[in-house]
């Protein structure tokens, strides 16, 4: 599996050609309790950081980008119903979407795990 960040504070799990997408822990630290989360449209597809959906939280509002060009294959209808998944696991129950990636070259300009540490600091 790989796993990038992108300077905007999105994850990226890539495993077999289908990525999962969500915000980082400390994105989601920042924002502060999650009151609602807009998901991408299955079946449609994206460029690279095109506007993928947004979140809202007691604090303040974000969009979240499509890390890499690709077709969203699904999204985490458990995260509609409870945002603050992705403040109690944003790595894990709280992910936001998979796609099917269009142009995986691109996840060679994103973030490794030490650049993003560095990043944050």
Excluded: C
């Amino acid at each position: 599996m790989t796993l990038k960040f992108t300077p905007d504070h999105e994850w990226i799990a890539v495993q077999d050609g289908i990525a999962t997408v969500g915000i980082t822990a400390h994105a989601q630290d920042a924002l502060g309790d999650l009151v609602y989360v807009d998901l991408p449209e299955v079946g449609k597809a994206y460029a690279q950081k095109d506007v993928a959906g947004a979140v809202e939280s007691v604090k303040a509002a974000s969009d979240v980008y499509m890390p890499v060009s690709g077709e969203v294959t699904a999204v985490n209808e458990d995260l509609r119903a409870d945002p603050q998944l992705a403040n109690s696991d944003p790595q894990g129950k709280g992910w936001f979407f998979k796609l099917k990636l269009t142009d995986p070259a691109q996840l060679d300009g994103l973030l490794d795990q030490a650049a993003y540490d560095a990043l944050i600091q």
